[in-house]
């Protein structure tokens, strides 16, 4: 059965760090990019950040870069997301989502267009 779990949130004060991580089972990811994305309260969901099969990164979101760095390794399943200097704003739920490496660099395939998504981890930002 294929998922992901997502892990690493937490509600944390304004200027720490947090690692998020997204562990896939029942697939192998180094077929797919892999993209973070988010959603906050009364906001649509949008993306932070993503990464192609071949590791090449994108931060698609202007107010984190700079800030966000993702990452992945094929051989542990696994892709990261680390959020540096965390502000109230990244408050949201985060998800973690594969698409299928079809020839389109991650940064250009719409939400719609993703095909596995995980359960979301919540982020808190709050003094």
């Known amino acids: 059965q294929l998922r992901f779990v997502e892990s690493g949130g937490g509600l944390v004060t304004p200027g720490v760090s947090l690692r998020l991580s997204c562990a896939a089972s029942g697939f192998t990811l180094n077929r797919y990019n892999m993209g973070w994305f988010r959603q906050a309260p009364g906001k649509e969901r949008e993306k932070v950040a993503c990464?192609?099969?071949?590791?090449?990164?994108?931060v698609t979101l202007d107010s984190v870069r700079g800030r966000f760095t993702i990452s992945r390794d094929n051989a542990k399943n696994t892709v990261w997301l680390q959020m540096n200097s965390l502000e109230s704003e990244d408050t949201a739920v985060y998800y973690c989502a594969a698409v299928v490496a079809s020839g389109f660099v991650c940064p250009v395939v719409p939400q719609d267009e993703w095909d596995y998504w995980g359960q979301g981890t919540q982020v808190t930002v709050s003094s």
């Open positions: 990464i192609n099969y071949d590791a090449t990164t994108y």
